[in-house]
């Protein structure tokens, strides 16, 4: 009676683990198209003392328990040619047990695993934006420091055409008030004559130091737009 009980108990466990297998195949592969599943892939399924097999894969596991089943068949086959009917139904009622807890828990993982899975997805999904909003801001203060550095070249090239524009205007002045004086010292007839030639050397000696600044700020102005280029 109690071969017969052990070997429907097989045969039960044996077909309950076939569909568990089915099962597992679909969870694993549906798992496997989550972007969050990720997360949680590196993490034991079950505890170490219920299973051997370490993976994120729930078949793995279920293949681990269909093992277990078939030695336990095998080796109960090898306890009936024995008379110690005690240590065989021993044997038996332990061996059922684990396998019947290895089975429970996996299809409590399989029932849990969306549940898990949209866990997984919430803090997936919350660390992207995250990442979103770092990358964001990340762009932001690049996007300042660009624009304060071509607010900082325009400034400076607007700096010196103003300069450029200024020292050109000093240019025409000096010319004008050097044609002046020499009009009125060619009109002269006395010794104001000689004040105003001084002064009209005076001006020539400021134009030619106008004429050098304009030549700097232009070489300026060149530098600052090849830089610009690069």
């Known amino acids: 009676m109690q071969n017969t009980r052990h070997e429907l108990a097989i045969s039960r466990l044996s077909t309950l683990i076939d569909h568990l297998s089915v099962q597992a195949k679909q969870t694993d592969q549906l798992n496997s198209r989550h972007k969050s599943h990720r997360l949680i892939e590196n993490n034991d399924l079950f505890s170490r003392h219920l299973f051997t097999t370490e993976s994120d894969k729930i078949f793995l596991y279920v293949e681990e328990v269909k093992k277990r089943l078939n030695n336990f068949s095998r080796l109960y086959s090898l306890y009936s040619l024995s008379s110690d009917n005690a240590n065989k139904a021993e044997f038996a009622k332990s061996s059922l047990l684990q396998i019947e807890q290895q089975i429970s828990a996996l299809m409590n993982a399989i029932q849990a695993n969306p549940a898990m899975h949209q866990a997984a997805q919430a803090s997936f999904d919350a660390r992207k934006k995250v990442q979103i909003k770092s990358a964001q801001a990340t762009q932001l203060k690049q996007n300042e420091k660009y624009s304060k550095m071509a607010k900082s070249v325009l400034l400076s090239s607007h700096q010196l055409y103003q300069q450029l524009s200024e020292h050109h205007e000093f240019e025409r002045r000096l010319m004008e008030m050097i044609t002046e004086r020499e009009q009125q010292r060619q009109r002269s007839k006395n010794a104001n004559s000689e004040k105003l030639s001084q002064e009209v050397?005076?001006?020539?000696?400021?134009?030619?130091?106008?004429?050098?600044?304009?030549?700097?700020?232009?070489?300026?102005?060149?530098?600052?737009?090849?830089?610009?280029?690069?």
Do not use: P, V
């Open 201 to 230: 050397l005076a001006l020539h000696q400021r134009l030619g130091r106008c004429r050098k600044a304009i030549s700097e700020i232009e070489r300026n102005i060149e530098q600052s737009e090849k830089s610009n280029l690069r």
